[in-house]
C-alpha cells in the first residue's frame, strides 16, 4: 500500500513525498482510514513505527476541511450577553 491509496490531500501527500515517505507503516495503514471517518480510535504500537503520523495526519486533513467550509465568507461573530 501507497499514502496516495488512503485518501489523502495533495498538499500532505506532497509533504510525505518531499520527507521521502511513501509507504505507511502497519499502525499507519490501518489507522488513517478510521480516523478519516471520524471514528475513535486507540493505537498500540512499538516505539518507532510512526504512531504519531498516524494520528496526525488525519487530523490535519480534517482540519484542512473545516477551513475550507468556512473559508467561504466571513464567519458570523456571536454576541453572548
Known amino acids: 500500500m501507497q499514502f ?4 489523502l490531500i495533495d498538499p500532505i501527500l506532497k509533504a510525505l513525498a518531499e520527507e ?13 482510514p478510521i ?3 471520524r471514528r475513535d480510535l486507540l493505537g498500540c504500537a ?4 510512526g504512531k ?7 487530523i490535519l486533513q480534517l ?3 473545516e477551513r475550507s467550509k468556512t473559508a467561504n465568507g466571513p ?6 450577553l
Open 46 to 49: 512499538q516505539t518507532g513505527t
Open 20 to 32: 521521502g515517505y511513501t509507504t505507511p507503516t502497519p499502525i499507519q495503514e490501518q489507522a488513517i
Open 63 to 65: 482540519l484542512n476541511e
Open 52 to 58: 504519531t503520523a498516524a494520528f496526525a495526519i488525519p
Open 75 to 80: 464567519r458570523e461573530l456571536k454576541r453572548w
Open 4 to 7: 496516495s491509496e488512503l485518501s
Open 35 to 37: 480516523l478519516l471517518s
